[in-house]
């Protein structure tokens, strides 16, 4: 017998709720041309979007985006879904790719950077900087991490 006890059930999502946000990235990733181009964006500037969004869905719940021709709801959901990330208390908090191709990821409590030199050595479980920990790690083997403070 299988226990799933205390795990999460991703399924309770709604997959409308996943291609609604879906859609607004592949919007994104169009128009600025990196699907991780979000990351590098303050958290301010989301909260005002994401206000702006639900004013305008408030106003007229039909009505979308003039630049996208997408939902106000979807983008206002997007939003949400950066703030999550990017904001997510510690028990969610992951280590944030800065470049996946280099293998370099920033802790985001701190905002010290460490670079993988084994891709296949998994992230280690917290910061070496501030002790943050961190969701995607574990032993890190042979590839030993090197981190670069900014």
Same mark, same amino acid.
């Given at each position: 017998m299988k226990s799933d006890e205390g795990k999460i059930? !991703?399924?309770l999502v709604p997959v409308s709720l996943v291609?609604?946000?879906?859609?607004?990235? %592949?919007?994104?990733?169009?128009?600025?041309g990196d699907p991780e181009n979000w990351r590098?964006?303050? !958290?301010?500037r989301y909260r005002d979007a994401l206000c702006r969004h639900l004013l305008s869905y408030i %106003?007229?719940?039909?009505?979308k985006d003039e630049e996208s021709g997408l939902p106000h709801l979807w983008h206002l959901a997007c939003n949400a879904a950066f703030l999550i990330e990017l904001e997510g208390k510690d028990e969610g908090k992951q280590w944030i790719?800065?470049?996946r191709a280099f293998r370099i990821f920033k802790c985001p409590e701190c905002g010290s950077r460490?670079?993988?030199n084994n891709s296949d050595s998994p992230l280690p479980n917290s910061c070496d900087h501030c002790g943050a920990i961190?969701?995607?790690g574990g032993n890190?083997?042979?590839?030993?991490?090197?981190?670069?403070?900014?």
């Open positions: 059930r !991703p399924t291609r609604s946000v879906a859609r607004v990235r %592949e919007f994104g990733t169009r128009k600025y590098k964006v303050e !958290p301010q %106003e007229d719940p039909e009505s790719a800065v470049d460490i670079i993988m961190l969701l995607g890190t083997g042979e590839g030993r991490d090197i981190e670069v403070k900014e």
